[in-house]
Structures are given as structure tokens and as C-alpha cells.
């Protein structure tokens, strides 16, 4: 509490007649004289919890106001760029021994091609990737495709389509595994396509394997590389924008088994690897800013000779996650809104409402990661 002095001159004079000594304050005043007030003021601010409130059609996005901070501001992101032809993909780069920008340029094609219909994933894989074998695979609501060269195979899972709809009924329960807890939704959508997964992969013996995704998809590697420890020769895991997956144990066990081998991609303010709170992630981060370089010790990635061997270096702290309170204000945003487009006849969230609520949404898009990791492997 502070104590301020307020003056309220009434005429405002020269100088007010000074009073005899002695005398008990304020004697001898008549009225209309003007008086100086010194008063101790005592404010005390009281906030109670915040409730969001419910306001209909186009007005949601902008009455709530998640904590989540863009460096870029919702209207000063660039152009959404053009999308990387599946011509940069390279057969080659998947035996590579060690990290590799076209490596990482391969994976990311291959997980923006798991967003396609069967039939065109299975066409592309054959013809423009020159993948000796391309089968997809589709169990529920999850979707990816396995592919092989000589040399190596390639497993690639199907991300959300849908970011408001998926975040809006994304929850934090876990379950318990041998390797620590993960979350339960994540290892539900992996076990669904294990079995076939499991039987298809085990034709190609030891050829090395590596798993990929984009967002959810990124998330369904890392549990398979976890699962699949020690069972199946997963050499490489590469994901973008990826949610975190494990807590407890799950760090530890990945890095002891997977140390150096798993690379995770976060493309500046892209809020889905913040969430769910309280999860953590694992692997190398390669986090690009809004301009596309690189932060932390991996912005050196680009310039260092071939000789060095990337994977053993330091990753760069990983955003914050998303606090319990951020995390509900969203979701509560989100679902909010997916009431007013179902009230006006639309099925799910468009990025137009969604980016109200998320001012990171676009920096979720494959396509950004594409173009920023096109640059780093030559383009």
C-alpha cells in the first residue's frame, strides 16, 4: 500500500496567510479561504478466478485471449510459401549415417505425403519417390504408409487434419508402459495399426528404419520407436511439430536407447510441441525462427563440415510448455467456437477462426517446415 498526496486548490491564490504560532492547525481560517489537503489513501485490489463467457458466431476468437505470446503478431506473417515438389525427396538420404539436411528434407515430403488419399500415397511413393515398395495402412482414425529401398524403410504417420478439432479434444491422461508413461490417446492411435505394422516391417529383416511424422503423426513415431525398442531396427527418428508424448521414465528411456538418433523440428511460435502441459519431450530440437534460422547451438548445423558429428550436440531449451490455466483457455476457446460454426451448419473449426484463438496456427503447416529445411539442405 502507498500513501499519496492529493492537492485541491479551491481559488488557487498566491500564498495562503500563514497561521499565528502556537495556534492549533487551520485557526484563524475564515471561509472561502483555500486550503492544501495532505490525505493518506489505502486501495486495495481484490481479483476473483476468471470465467470465460460464452459469446456467439464470429465474436468468440476475439473474446478470448489465450495466453500465447507470437513473436510475429498475427498480421505480420509472410506469405504462405509454395509447396516443395516431391522431386527434392532422395532415395539416397535415407541411408545416411548421420544427420543429414536431405535427410530431413526426405522425411518432411514423406510426412506431408501421408496427408494424401491411399491410392495417391501409394502412387507417388512408386513413381515420383522411386521407392521400390509404397503400402498404406489404415486402422480408425489412423493413417501412414511404409515404403522401401534397398538400403532402407521408410515408416511415415498421418498427422491431424483438423487443428481446432484435434487441441479442442486433446486431454493429459496417460497410461503406464515398461518405458515410462505416454500419453493414452497417442499409444491407442499407434496400437490400432501395430499388428499390421509390425508384420509388414519384419519382411524387410535388418534394413534400418525410420519413422516420421507431422503433429500427430510426429507423436505416433515417437511412441513406435519406443514400442518397438529393441524389437525392430529403428535407426533414425526425424518429426515436426510434434506434441510431447511421455513424462516419467519416458525421457530417460529414449535417450539411453535413442541418444543422438532422434530429431525433432519446431518451426518458431508453432504452439502444438507446447502442448499437452506437463508432458516432456525427448531427441535433438532444431527450432527455426520466423526468418528461418536456426536457435541455439543447432544454427550451426548448416555450416559445420561432414566430418562433425551433429548428433552429439547440446539441443537448445525447448519453449515452455503450456500451463494447465493457458492450456484450458484454450481448449475452452476452441470448443467454444466449434459450438458456433456447428450452430451455423459447418462440420469443424477453419483455420480462419482457429488463427483467432491461436495466433501460432499458421506456423504449424508442413509446408512452412518444408520451405525453411528446403533452404537449409540447398534448396
Known amino acids: 500500500m502507498s500513501e499519496t498526496t492529493v492537492s485541491r486548490n479551491i481559488q488557487a491564490p498566491p500564498s495562503p496567510p500563514e497561521e499565528p504560532a502556537g495556534a492549533p492547525p487551520g485557526a484563524g481560517l475564515g471561509a472561502g479561504t483555500p486550503v492544501t489537503f495532505t490525505i493518506p489513501i489505502q486501495v486495495t485490489i481484490s481479483l476473483g478466478n476468471p470465467t470465460l463467457a460464452v459469446v456467439p458466431g464470429a465474436a468468440i476468437a476475439s473474446a478470448v485471449a489465450p495466453p500465447v505470446v507470437s513473436r510475429e503478431g498475427l498480421f505480420g506473417r509472410t506469405p504462405t510459401p509454395p509447396p516443395v515438389p516431391y522431386s527434392k525427396f532422395t532415395r539416397e538420404s535415407l541411408a545416411a549415417g548421420r544427420f543429414g539436411w536431405k535427410t530431413a528434407l526426405s522425411l518432411a515430403l514423406a510426412s506431408r505425403l501421408a496427408y494424401d488419399p491411399a491410392s495417391a500415397v501409394e ?31 521408410l515408416l511415415s504417420f498421418r498427422g491431424t ?130 526468418a528461418g534460422n536456426l536457435e541455439g547451438p543447432a544454427g550451426a548445423l548448416a555450416e559445420r563440415p561432414a566430418g562433425v558429428v551433429v548428433e552429439s550436440m547440446p539441443s537448445p531449451p525447448d519453449p515452455p510448455m503450456l500451463s494447465q490455466r493457458e492450456f484450458d483457455q484454450i481448449r475452452a476457446g476452441l470448443l467454444q ?34 520451405a525453411k529445411i528446403l533452404a537449409k539442405a540447398g534448396g
Request: hydrophobic residues 40%.
Open 123 to 153: 502412387a507417388t511413393g512408386r513413381g515420383v519417390l522411386g521407392m521400390q515398395t509404397c503400402r498404406f495402412v489404415e486402422a480408425d482414425d489412423t493413417q501412414c504408409f511404409v515404403a522401401s529401398t534397398a538400403d532402407a524403410v
Open 161 to 290: 487434419e483438423n487443428l481446432g478439432d484435434w487441441l479442442g479434444n486433446l486431454n493429459m491422461v496417460q497410461t503406464t508402459r515398461p518405458y515410462g508413461a505416454v500419453h493414452r490417446g497417442f499409444l491407442g492411435a499407434f496400437q490400432v495399426v501395430e499388428e499390421e505394422l509390425t508384420r509388414i516391417l519384419t519382411t524387410f529383416g535388418d534394413r534400418p528404419l525410420l519413422i516420421t511424422g507431422h503433429s500427430l503423426g510426429g507423436a505416433l513415431a515417437m511412441v513406435a520407436a519406443a514400442e518397438w525398442q529393441g524389437r525392430l531396427p529403428t535407426a533414425w527418428v526425424y518429426t515436426y511439430g510434434q506434441p510431447a508424448v511421455g513424462r516419467g521414465d519416458f525421457p530417460g528411456f529414449m535417450e539411453e536407447h535413442y541418444d543422438g538418433r532422434i530429431f525433432r523440428f519446431v518451426n518458431d511460435d508453432d504452439v502444438v510441441p507446447r502442448v499437452p502441459p506437463f508432458y516432456q519431450h525427448v531427441g535433438k530440437l532444431i527450432h527455426f525462427d520466423a
Open 337 to 370: 467456437t466449434r459450438a458456433a460454426t456447428a450452430a451455423a451448419g459447418q462440420e469443424s473449426l477453419g483455420q480462419p477462426a482457429v488463427e483467432g484463438i491461436l495466433p501460432s496456427v499458421s506456423d504449424h503447416a508442413i509446408d512452412r517446415y518444408l
